[in-house]
């Protein structure tokens, strides 16, 4: 690569760069956006579940990774598992 390319590539990834951080886009929304179903809209829940979300956000110390976890593990059961139990029999 010779030297003028190099500055003009430089040059544009430190200005996307400088332009990302100051983005009308970035101050509208929250860091990390909830993207989960809504509780009213779920098919199924689960307290196991639920718990199991809260014990790993509380544990896992990258904030990213914890709200990942939260909308990615239950959403099988949000949005595909169906309680069809009747009083006799339990089923999904």
Known sequence: MNRKTFLQQ???LGAG??????S?????????PEVRVPLE???FSSKAIEDAISEF???VKH??????????FPNT??????DES???KKLT
Do not use: I, P
């Not at 009308?24 to 990390?32: G, I, V």
């Not at 059961?77 to 169906?82: A, G, N, Q, S, W």
């Open 41 to 43: 809209k779920r098919h």
């Open 10 to 12: 430089s040059a544009l």
């Open 77 to 82: 059961l949000d949005t595909t598992v169906y």
């Open 57 to 59: 956000r509380k544990n």
């Open 63 to 72: 904030e990213e990774l914890g709200w990942l976890f939260n909308n990615c």
């Open 17 to 22: 760069m400088l332009a990302s951080k100051f």
């Open 24 to 32: 009308l886009a970035n101050s509208f929304q929250s860091k990390f």
């Open 86 to 88: 009747t009083a006799s």
